[in-house]
């Protein structure tokens, strides 16, 4: 549920509102990953067409354009391009990895045999000064060569920049990982949002919270949420896999997913990033 405001607020303002927590952990890992504002806010307009389509048919209504911008906000010549182009997709790469591109294809900055070569941190071409600044003049090379090595695609040694070639290989299991909590989650925010549009009936969306712990406390019971997972876990497959062997023959078409999570971090964490440091980082770096 929606914790209580002081003021108050109508239902999409208290959403609005609170809903950055909800927010919070995926931008947390586009950023790890060197995703982009940019990136994410084109897919959510297409997921607003989408959403806004399937409560206009649901409610009898023509999914005019007039009526996607009324109920998106997205501009009707924009929601007419995307619906006879199809959803955008991604946009293009973030600067930081177009200029891992850039360098992996130039052949300005290959040596004889084609291979990317190393470069020096500043001067001319070839330099990494110099190929950051072929791709942008907004930001300074320093601060996309930093982010380049937060994301772990290049290493500065001895002032000359190496780049990591394979850095965008995927970790061994991502996209079977990637997958397992995209579904987990949006299921989970989809029975939330159920009970609160007040649709019936309602579902099994609970949680337990404690907080002013030990580690050791904590570690205990993540040990007991496994133990209390593998009992609750054999007992609903077994079930599961009775009605569908029964239901299967039947043509049964719903589905349904039954989970459990655990997750534990320092009191008062989530938002407080150090704000008092941040004008003292703010400086362009030499």
């Given at each position: 549920m929606?914790?209580?405001?002081?003021?108050?607020?109508?239902?999409?303002e208290a959403?609005?509102?609170?809903?950055?927590?909800?927010?919070?952990?995926?931008?947390?890992l586009?950023?790890a990953?060197?995703?982009t504002?940019?990136?994410?806010?084109?897919?959510l307009?297409?997921?607003f067409?989408?959403e806004?389509?399937?409560?206009?048919?649901?409610?009898g209504?023509?999914?005019?354009?007039?009526?996607?911008t009324?109920?998106?906000?997205?501009?009707?010549?924009?929601?007419?391009?995307?619906?006879?182009?199809?959803?955008?997709?991604v946009p293009d790469?973030?600067?930081?990895?177009q200029?891992?591109?850039r360098?992996?294809?130039?052949?300005?900055?290959?040596d004889?045999?084609?291979?990317?070569?190393?470069l020096a941190?500043?001067g001319d071409?070839?330099?990494?000064?110099?190929?950051?600044r072929a791709?942008?003049r907004?930001l300074h090379?320093r601060?996309?060569?930093?982010?380049?090595e937060?994301?772990?695609l290049?290493?500065?040694e001895?002032?000359?920049?190496?780049?990591?070639?394979d850095?965008?290989?995927?970790?061994a299991?991502?996209?079977d990982?990637?997958?397992?909590?995209?579904?987990?989650?949006?299921?989970?925010l989809?029975?939330?949002?159920?009970?609160l549009?007040q649709?019936?009936?309602?579902?099994l969306e609970?949680?337990?919270f404690?907080d002013q712990?030990h580690?050791?406390s904590?570690?205990?019971l993540?040990q007991?949420?496994r133990q209390l997972w593998?009992q609750?876990f054999?007992?609903?497959?077994?079930?599961?896999?009775?009605?569908?062997?029964?239901?299967?023959?039947?043509?049964?078409?719903?589905r349904?997913?039954?989970?459990v999570?655990?997750?534990?971090e320092?009191?008062n964490n989530a938002?407080?990033?150090?704000?008092?440091d941040?004008?003292?980082?703010s400086?362009?770096?030499?």
């Amino acid at each position: 549920m929606l914790d209580q405001v002081d003021s108050p607020v109508s239902p999409n303002e208290a959403l609005l509102q609170q809903g950055a927590a909800m927010f919070r952990p995926l931008v947390r890992l586009l950023i790890a990953n060197g995703g982009t504002y940019p990136q994410l806010i084109s897919i959510l307009k297409d997921l607003f067409i989408e959403e806004a389509r399937a409560a206009l048919y649901a409610n009898g209504r023509k999914d005019t354009d007039s009526a996607l911008t009324l109920l998106t906000g997205v501009h009707r010549k924009e929601i007419r391009n995307r619906i006879v182009q199809g959803p955008a997709g991604v946009p293009d790469l973030s600067l930081a990895s177009q200029v891992y591109t850039r360098w992996l294809t130039d052949a300005g900055y290959h040596d004889s045999s084609g291979k990317p070569l190393p470069l020096a941190r500043t001067g001319d071409a070839p330099s990494f000064e110099s190929l950051a600044r072929a791709v942008s003049r907004d930001l300074h090379p320093r601060t996309l060569l930093d982010e380049l090595e937060r994301l772990g695609l290049v290493k500065l040694e001895q002032d000359r920049v190496w780049l990591n070639g394979d850095a965008f290989v995927p970790q061994a299991g991502f996209a079977d990982k990637l997958s397992m909590l995209v579904a987990n989650v949006s299921d989970h925010l989809s029975a939330g949002a159920h009970n609160l549009m007040q649709q019936n009936p309602p579902l099994l969306e609970q949680s337990v919270f404690a907080d002013q712990l030990h580690q050791a406390s904590v570690e205990q019971l993540q040990q007991l949420a496994r133990q209390l997972w593998q009992q609750d876990f054999k007992t609903m497959v077994d079930e599961a896999s009775r009605l569908c062997a029964i239901d299967e023959v039947r043509g049964g078409r719903q589905r349904v997913r039954f989970g459990v999570y655990f997750y534990a971090e320092p009191m008062n964490n989530a938002a407080e990033p150090a704000l008092a440091d941040a004008a003292n980082n703010s400086k362009e770096p030499s």
